[in-house]
């Protein structure tokens, strides 16, 4: 599925249902209108191999999610997923068996991670099935699209060839 | 001290977490205890009060990878009770979404989830870096799943598409050719994905099971057929409560089912298989023997091969839908709010899902039960690792491990639908 070269990408990840889960989906919705023309924003559930298959081609990913990690609620962490493996963060707040962190590892066996592939992991509070945002993780949902925002603006990647794209 | 004891805290690779416990004395395995959490019976209550319209939708959201069936049985169970038959092509766009549904979530376990288990990894990320091919093989394949998923659904995960009566908007006969294209590289994947796993070490383990499935008078089972089992039953889907009933385990939030008076039973790929041979594609039959495979099935460790046969049948399947596809007059008959009792079941991935509901006379759901394949087949897991896990004891530690967690993934345990959280506690004494 290559659809050209240089594609760049935020992907919203999270369960609208499960509280602090939602948090990257809420990020993507933020910056739908933000962006840089060319950047594609969308909303995922997390599943790593629906995940693997959106990273298929893409040259520049930035991918946002709710984590566990023990850390306050709403601390913001970026990983530079392109330069080494993510930390394992108490598994991923995913409820799935395969989340973020596998997605982005099998994409690296499999030689499809993108160039550059950044990570921003919300620390999450209440997951909660029906509950909304915990008051410390919207705020960090504001701060992470700023980020990302400025992050994408900036970003010198647009053009250039994206690694393996196979199927 | 001939006792031991084995933890295992967290099961990796099923949907969801749970926990499961594992008694050894005296060198032989006491009991096995799977312990789950279940959002199902959240849902159930949260079903109360709602339109008859609004559970195919509310349902989809119990399970992300199997959304289809959940909507299938809910609609399914609502035509039950307000009477309403549907067109054969909109009884056709249902068998293709469910095919979207199996090759999905099948190839994800085979590749993903069990085939580490045989080639002795980790998990998914350790042998794609050995196997490169053959996930992105197994990837491949699931995403033709994905594209009808997408294309029937809406989208590909919760699908929005689906109502009571039908569907919001039928596709257009040329949508559905492209689909046919990566369709038919699936199925010769499918096939060797067959002969890739039928190629695997499998141990000599067979229990006598009562399999339990629906059967159809011409077609291998997705959406309708009678309920019958390998001992004989025999029953419209209207009397499942008077020969199944479930009771509660105070280790775990879900449910367990039984058969009234007559113990376990499984459901699922194996059940279907060795119920409905018979109803498989000439191809799916040939893919079959050629894996050595007979007409019935007992070693839960060979699910692997079927689930990989069903993905075949799958892709035939929905190729030939494609092929005949007449588009419907009317995307959906129309649906007539009034009281009543409705059942639906159908063939989740997983197998059989149960729905029943009570319609008070405006349509408003008064009553809600769903019974998920898990539950119905956590007695059998149990007993599966009760009667195969004493044969590894003398095997190294890990390697024990190992195979009870093998004998747990035989399932594709959904645990995200029937529970929450996987710990293994194997407790030697």
């Not at chain 1, 066996?109 to 008051?135: H, K, T």
């Not at chain 2, 899902?353 to 769903?370: F, K, N, Q, S, V």
Request: aromatic share 6%; with cysteine.
């Amino acid at each position: 599925m290559t659809q050209g070269a240089g594609r760049r990408m935020v992907i919203g990840i999270g369960n609208p249902d499960r509280g602090d889960d939602a948090a990257g989906l809420e990020v993507a919705r933020l910056l739908r209108q933000r962006l840089p023309g060319g950047v594609e924003v969308s909303q995922h559930a997390g599943d790593a191999a629906a995940l693997l298959e959106r990273l298929d081609g893409v040259a520049a990913a930035v991918l946002v999610d709710a984590c566990v990690s023990g850390a306050p609620a709403g601390t913001v962490l970026r990983i530079d997923a392109a330069a080494a493996a993510l930390p394992r963060w108490g598994g991923s707040a995913s409820t799935h068996g395969l989340g973020l962190g596998e997605a982005i590892e099998l994409a690296r066996a499999l030689g499809r991670l993108p160039m550059r592939c950044i990570v921003y992991a919300i620390e999450g509070q209440s997951f909660a099935l029906g509950a909304p945002l915990s008051p410390p993780i919207s705020k960090a949902v504001v701060e992470v699209a700023r980020r990302v925002a400025a992050e994408m603006a900036a970003d010198p990647i647009e053009g250039r060839e994206a690694r393996v794209p196979a199927h | 001290m001939a006792g031991r004891t084995i933890k295992v805290d967290y099961l990796a690779r099923v949907e969801g977490e749970g926990g499961l416990k594992v008694v050894v004395r005296d060198g032989k395995v006491q009991s096995a205890e799977l312990s789950i959490f279940e959002p199902p019976r959240f849902f159930e209550a949260f079903l109360r009060g709602r339109a008859f319209t609004e559970a195919p939708d509310i349902t989809a959201r119990i399970c992300g990878i199997c959304p289809v069936a959940y909507q299938m049985s809910a609609v399914h169970a609502m035509e039950n009770a307000l009477g309403i038959s549907v067109t054969q092509p909109l009884r056709d766009l249902r068998r293709l979404l469910y095919c979207g549904e199996w090759i999905e979530s099948h190839m994800l376990h085979v590749t993903m989830l069990h085939a580490p288990d045989f080639l002795g990894y980790a998990g998914a990320i350790d042998m794609a870096r050995d196997h490169g091919e053959a996930v992105r093989r197994g990837l491949a394949v699931k995403k033709a799943g994905n594209e009808i998923l997408a294309l029937l659904g809406g989208r590909e995960i919760h699908p929005i598409n689906v109502r009571v009566g039908g569907f919001y908007r039928a596709p257009r006969k040329r949508e559905l050719e492209p689909l046919a294209e990566r369709l038919k590289w699936a199925r010769d994947a499918a096939r060797e994905i067959v002969r890739w796993t039928a190629r695997f070490d499998f141990p000599d383990r067979e229990r006598d099971y009562t399999f339990v499935a629906l059967r159809h008078e011409r077609d291998y089972p997705f959406n309708e057929g009678r309920i019958v089992s390998s001992r004989g039953l025999d029953i419209p889907a209207a009397e499942y409560d008077e020969h199944f009933e479930e009771t509660h385990v105070e280790r775990s939030t879900a449910l367990h089912s039984h058969l009234r008076g007559g113990g376990s039973y499984l459901v699922g790929p194996l059940a279907r298989y060795s119920l409905n041979f018979d109803r498989l594609s000439p191809l799916a039959q040939e893919a079959a023997r050629e894996a050595g495979l007979a007409s019935r099935c007992t070693n839960p460790y060979r699910s692997i091969i079927v689930r990989a046969i069903e993905v075949l049948y799958a892709c035939d399947e929905a190729l030939r839908i494609i092929g005949v596809y007449e588009e419907p007059e009317l995307p959906s008959v129309a649906a007539v709010p009034g009281a009543g009792i409705g059942v639906g079941a159908t063939e989740a991935p997983r197998g059989l899902l149960y729905h029943r509901y009570r319609l008070d006379a405006d349509g408003t759901i008064a009553e809600a039960r769903i019974v998920p394949p898990t539950s119905q087949n956590q007695p059998s897991i149990e007993e599966d690792l009760t009667s195969f896990v004493g044969g590894f004891l003398d095997r190294p530690e890990d390697e024990l491990r190992r195979r009870c967690e093998q004998t747990v993934r035989n399932y594709d345990p959904c645990i995200s639908c029937a529970a929450h959280f996987l710990r293994l506690d194997l407790d030697r004494g």
